[in-house]
């Protein structure tokens, strides 16, 4: 091998033929940056020869990012969002016309000279000598490519994509060798259609699918000739040749376009000069990225998916890993989210309360036994307006809910007697349920501390009337506070504790419950999608099942589509049968004889509890059928509205109770939802007791929770014996509300100034 030498380097031969190569490179990178060739070329050559061996010879081709979809359960289009609107197509779906006329207008040598146009090279550098200046590049389609390859790896990253996009010589340099790679690697026809797909196109579109359905509202496959021209010359420069902000530039790029391709025989004149005859004919698909735009409601409900993805480990390792694969896009998703449970929501939600109205309502619906949520919304849209929010009422703060949920005042009492029925209580258990009474103490707690009433705190009923002895079943009709808080003393605070474990209770922010007896009036803030999938537990006879909102999704790649890991609900036994069945057996009470009865169903067996927290700042109604499970809020999001003397939903309303506004919205979302579907029956539990003497048993529909904000919650690290039910004597202390709720020794319940956003 003549050219060869001893110690295996290039000969003088071939060290001058790649000076030459590299002079040549450097030629076309003075082509496409503002510097004189005159003594640039040879200075440029000198100073890459070394570069140019340096750069790596693989280009990675990240994959293109796409939108991605998301669907509702049947399969219907909720919203598209996406970092960058693009759906990549393969060349055969893309028009003859726009391939002719992008390759007419950028490189008419695309398919006779290599990665680089020598022809080209020599003609712009005599321009551009002559001008002093650049006045014409020699940039071909394959470098154009290469570049936007740069540009997509940069992301959305500012100081990146000012480093692919910089106009040095290094960079050029970079851009010959790849596009010499990728010649070699991919073929024309493949570098065109990857070219087509990656380019922007202005107006929030990449890629010429994009591109035509946002100018067109038509597939790629289907332009025309004029259409093709048009965004063929927009690719130069977007903005300046904006069709929709300035149509007579537009128009006059087009036309330059066409008068190409007739000049390189692509059409005839006479098609070109008829084409120039044609109006734009846009028309313009306005960009729908994000759950801001999403339908049927669902805005909060997409977010919520959006979150679950960004959030949930089984998408990936870290955030940063998880937010890389949804920036990437091309995923579609398929969720849970019902259309007629949601249409259903919606409705109800139009009806009773209205988006300007001074509090808001919160509605989520959750299958027992899968836990697929099948319907949320809210009063408040999702947007950044007046009378808007981006907070999603329905959620925890971990997936873009409040801070802390909202007080859920005797829509708890179930967990309490929940706990009672495990710990062995009858469902006859009698208490005697004063109207007002001390906090009992001392309490046992799950440390084996004890909780004092240190402060002599006092609870009390809604109404005087309201004094026992009373049952449970009554007590839970009635909502009677001051019983829960004896059967909390009774058992104490750790088979609660257990309870709302076994339910995945805990505050809006992620926080578990204090231990403090408080916690049986429903004094901490609780999100609706936690109310409703425990209470979705009673439903499906003690099996609580954790919220899921994806049913699968999809991800398109590189040409190839496959399918990624989603989350699983988890289904595990929260209580027993018959512990289930028994407070079925007493929900289905409140309904039909209680607190609920305006939240009834007449058609189908349904179980709930009302919740009014103290000052009448949050009202609740959950409740369920066998095959459906619902909460609904109704509050202000900022805790700052006393719902007295109000107008919600263009009603008058003196006293906001938990069976009178939520009520009714609950009753209207589960019938739209429930409608033509069979949702089986309840395995009631028969309960004989015999009558309770008491003076009075009268009441008004009426479970508010005086006592949420009453009872200092300080435990202490005393021993004590068994539990007690004191006589009222001491009255509140004045600030005894101005706690904190750390439970165990410094527990005092602030209740009903929880859900600040």
Request: charged residues 20%; contains cysteine.
């Amino acid at each position: 091998m003549p050219n060869k030498r001893s110690g295996g380097g290039l000969s003088a031969a071939q060290q001058a033929a790649k000076f030459l190569g590299v002079s040549v490179l450097a030629g076309a990178v003075m082509a496409g940056i503002a510097l004189p060739a005159a003594g640039a070329l040879g200075l440029a050559a000198k100073g890459s020869v070394e570069g140019f061996d340096e750069i790596p010879a693989n280009l990675k081709r990240p994959p293109l990012s796409q939108r991605t979809t998301i669907l509702d359960a049947k399969g219907g289009q909720l919203a598209t969002v996406y970092s960058r609107d693009r759906t990549v197509v393969e060349l055969k779906d893309i028009s003859p016309y726009m391939q002719k006329a992008i390759v007419a207008i950028e490189d008419s040598r695309f398919y006779e000279h290599g990665a680089i146009d020598l022809k080209g090279v020599l003609r712009a550098l005599n321009k551009n000598a002559q001008s002093g200046g650049v006045s014409e590049g020699a940039s071909t389609l394959t470098q154009q490519y290469v570049k936007n390859v740069f540009v997509e790896e940069a992301g959305d990253d500012p100081t990146k994509v000012a480093q692919a996009t910089q106009q040095t010589i290094g960079r050029k340099i970079k851009e010959l060798k790849f596009a010499i790679q990728v010649e070699e690697e991919l073929g024309k026809k493949k570098i065109l259609e990857n070219y087509l797909n990656i380019t922007f196109f202005g107006q929030q579109a990449y890629g010429v699918e994009a591109g035509s359905q946002r100018y067109f509202s038509k597939s790629a496959k289907d332009l025309t000739l004029p259409q093709a021209a048009l965004l063929a010359g927009i690719v130069q420069s977007p903005s300046r040749y904006d069709p929709v902000n300035d149509p007579a530039e537009a128009t006059k790029r087009r036309n330059t376009v066409l008068q190409r391709m007739a000049e390189v025989g692509d059409i005839t004149p006479q098609e070109a000069a008829e084409a120039k005859q044609k109006p734009l004919g846009l028309k313009i698909s306005q960009p729908k990225n994000g759950c801001i735009a999403a339908v049927k409601g669902a805005g909060f409900f997409c977010k919520y998916v959006e979150q679950e993805f960004l959030g949930n480990p089984v998408f990936g390792k870290t955030r940063e890993a998880r937010a890389k694969i949804w920036n990437q896009g091309g995923l579609t998703i398929r969720t849970t989210l019902d259309p007629q449970s949601q249409a259903s929501v919606q409705a109800s939600i139009k009806e009773h309360v209205y988006k300007s109205d001074s509090v808001a309502t919160a509605v989520t619906l959750v299958e027992p036994g899968t836990g697929k949520i099948l319907g949320m919304g809210q009063s408040k849209p999702y947007g950044y307006g007046k009378n808007e929010t981006e907070i999603n009422y329905s959620v925890g703060n971990d997936r873009g809910g409040s801070n802390f949920g909202f007080p859920t005042g005797s829509t708890f009492k179930p967990f309490v007697a929940a706990a009672a029925l495990e710990e062995g209580r009858p469902a006859i258990q009698e208490y005697s349920a004063p109207y007002e009474m001390e906090y009992p103490s001392p309490v046992q707690t799950c440390s084996g501390n004890q909780w004092i009433n240190q402060e002599k705190a006092k609870v009390e009923n809604e109404s005087e009337s309201e004094k026992g002895p009373y049952r449970l079943r009554k007590a839970m009709e009635l909502s009677v506070n001051t019983y829960f808080v004896q059967m909390i003393s009774d058992i104490g605070l750790c088979p609660v504790v257990k309870m709302t474990d076994a339910l995945h209770v805990t505050q809006g922010n992620g926080d578990k419950l204090p231990e403090v007896p408080a916690i049986a009036l429903g004094s901490k803030g609780i999100s609706p999608l936690t109310m409703a999938s425990a209470y979705a537990a009673f439903a499906s006879r003690g099996m609580y099942c954790t919220p899921i909102a994806i049913e699968s999704i999809t991800q398109k790649a590189n040409g190839k589509q496959k399918s990624l890991e989603v989350p699983k609900s988890t289904c595990s036994r929260a209580m027993s049968e018959t512990t289930a069945d028994t407070i079925n057996t007493l929900l289905q009470g409140v309904v039909d004889s209680g607190t609920g009865q305006s939240a009834g169903l007449t058609d189908r067996d349904n179980a709930g509890k009302t919740g009014t927290t103290d000052e009448r700042k949050n009202a609740w109604f959950v409740g369920y059928t066998p095959t459906l499970s619902g909460a609904v809020w109704v509050g202000s999001a900022m805790q700052n509205v006393k719902m007295t003397n109000i107008r919600i939903g263009g009603v008058w309303n003196e006293l906001v109770y938990g069976g009178q506004v939520p009520g009714p919205i609950w009753k209207d979302a589960m019938t739209g939802a429930l409608e033509g579907k069979d949702s089986g029956q309840f395995n009631l539990v028969p309960i004989i007791e015999p009558p309770v003497q008491k003076p009075d048993d009268n009441r008004d529909d009426d479970d508010n929770d005086n006592g949420d904000d009453q009872g200092n919650d300080n435990g202490g690290n005393t021993d004590g014996g068994n539990t007690t039910l004191p006589t009222p004597s001491i009255s509140l202390p004045e600030g005894f509300i101005q706690g904190n709720d750390n439970g165990g020794n410094n527990g005092n319940s602030n209740s009903g100034t929880g859900g600040f956003p």
